[in-house]
């Protein structure tokens, strides 16, 4: 088994061990209406803890599981599971276990209120683009994080509903939910409040703020004191600047090398937050720091590599090559393709850099000139045959996901492609 697939794994056998546990020890049945129903409505109620605590278990961000999923975009990939999943169940549950909301019971009460709270707050995750939920957060990310921050008082709220109705004879069944419960209540409690006291946010200053072209922003980061813990080249962190309008917190890619003063990151104006960067960050401002993440790493892949930079996505290997050191033991083809000419950033310093490595072949590609990139025009300068290959990628996704279906029908096994989920919903 690879690494990469233990968290899930571990994960899948723990959902398993829930049902087998309930199964094994179940509640007793004197007294209990339809038992089986009754069994049942507790083993998947239980389900729904243990899945949602992954979920918050995840949201934490834990740097030393990443190895486990293949790196935190993988991790949240993961996390939209564990939630689909626990959001689908928690419907079955209540087909199985009928609430009589008449019923003046405060479970009942509790049940309906988690029940509302968890719909209201997946529902635009699920489906983003119903106008009517739409509105709930603004239509813009940031909102759809702010309602998101919720969730765990409704996860606590279904924790309450479960002890005040659940089979108080099923004793280990329930003990082991317990587990799940803390972890889930400690990763709530640890993401919103607790974080901070961890050093998991590092103060930072901007030292200079430049603008390659007219819609990128190079942000050079100096730290207030410590930096943040050591990272590779191609990693990503979260930041945020103390000013109005820029105090969201967005995850960008170190295009800076691992060994030089202070971070640098660029950025793209391509959004409400971006824009506002391009237009009004200045130096002085003072930034928040978290990370740094991600498992893109062209050392880890064979001696023979295709790089594929689409627009922004030049970012990861922009720090590769910084990064470079005295030889570079891989042979890399590596394209970078943007649009027009004056989207290309960098070119001089790529085209510098890549003089002293010969077996790192750049293709520098406008579209507009010379026609859209394709698999086909990768394979054709590999010699015809990229089987041996991996291909590290990271652009647009559409153009992404593209690629990659023309890889594996090139032959490329997909273990060998690699590339950044760039969404985190
Ligand atoms: C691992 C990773 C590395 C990235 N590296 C770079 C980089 O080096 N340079 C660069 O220009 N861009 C990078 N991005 C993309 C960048 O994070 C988004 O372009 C930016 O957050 C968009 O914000 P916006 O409000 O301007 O745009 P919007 O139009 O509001 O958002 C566009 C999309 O960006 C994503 N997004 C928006 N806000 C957030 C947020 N707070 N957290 C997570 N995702 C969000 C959502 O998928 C959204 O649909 C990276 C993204 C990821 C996930």
Redesign the pocket.
């Known amino acids: 088994m690879k690494r990469k697939n233990a968290g899930n794994l571990v994960f899948i056998l723990l959902v398993l061990l829930t049902i087998f546990i309930w199964l094994i020890f179940p509640p007793e049945r004197e007294g209990v209406e339809n038992y089986a129903r009754y069994l049942a409505g507790m083993t998947l109620g239980s389900l729904v803890l243990v899945l949602m605590s992954f979920s918050l278990f995840l949201s934490t961000r834990p740097r030393w599981a990443e190895p486990y999923f293949g790196g935190l975009?993988k991790m949240y990939l993961t996390h939209r599971h564990t939630s689909t999943a626990a959001f689908l169940i928690l419907f079955v549950h209540l087909l199985v276990v009928p609430l009589h909301v008449f019923d003046l019971a405060l479970g009942n009460y509790l049940a309906i209120i988690a029940f509302s709270g968890i719909v209201s707050i997946v529902l635009p995750t699920l489906a983003p683009r119903i106008p009517f939920l739409n509105r709930m957060t603004g239509e813009?990310?940031?909102g759809w994080?702010k309602l998101h921050r919720f969730i765990g008082i409704f996860f606590i709220l279904g924790y309450l509903h479960s002890i005040t109705v659940n089979a108080p004879t099923a004793k280990i069944a329930i003990n082991w939910n317990q587990v799940f419960v803390f972890l889930g209540i400690g990763s709530y409690l640890y993401t919103e409040l607790l974080g901070r006291f961890f050093k998991k946010y590092v103060p930072y200053t901007v030292e200079a703020v430049n603008h390659p072209n007219s819609s990128t922003t190079e942000v050079v980061l100096r730290p207030k004191k410590d930096s943040i813990t050591k990272h590779r080249a191609g990693q990503?962190l979260f930041v945020r600047f103390l000013e109005k309008g820029l105090n969201?917190?967005?995850?960008?890619?170190i295009?800076s090398a691992p060994n030089e003063d202070g971070l640098r990151?660029?950025?793209?104006a391509?959004?409400?937050?971006?824009?506002r960067l391009f237009a009004n960050l200045k130096a002085g401002t003072d930034a928040i720091v978290e990370g740094a993440y991600?498992m893109f790493d062209y050392r880890t892949g064979g001696p023979k590599q295709i790089w594929v930079a689409g627009g922004?996505g030049i970012?990861p290997f922009l720090s590769f090559i910084r990064d470079l050191k005295d030889d570079l033991s891989h042979h890399v083809d590596f394209y970078y393709t943007v649009r027009h000419k004056d989207e290309a950033i960098f070119v001089d310093e790529i085209e510098k850099i890549v003089t002293k490595y010969p077996r790192l072949k750049p293709y520098i590609r406008f579209s507009a000139v010379h026609g859209s990139l394709t698999v086909d025009d990768i394979v054709k300068n590999a010699g015809g045959d990229i089987r041996g290959h991996h291909v590290y990628m990271c652009g647009p996704l559409p153009m992404v996901q593209a690629f990659e279906k023309k890889f594996a029908e090139a032959g490329v096994s997909r273990e060998n492609i690699h590339f950044?989920?760039?969404?985190?919903?």
Not at 420 to 425: A, M, P, V
């Open positions: 975009d813009t990310y940031e994080k990503f969201e917190s967005h995850p960008f890619t295009s990151l660029t950025i793209k391509c959004g409400d937050f971006t824009r991600g922004i970012t950044e989920e760039f969404n985190f919903r």
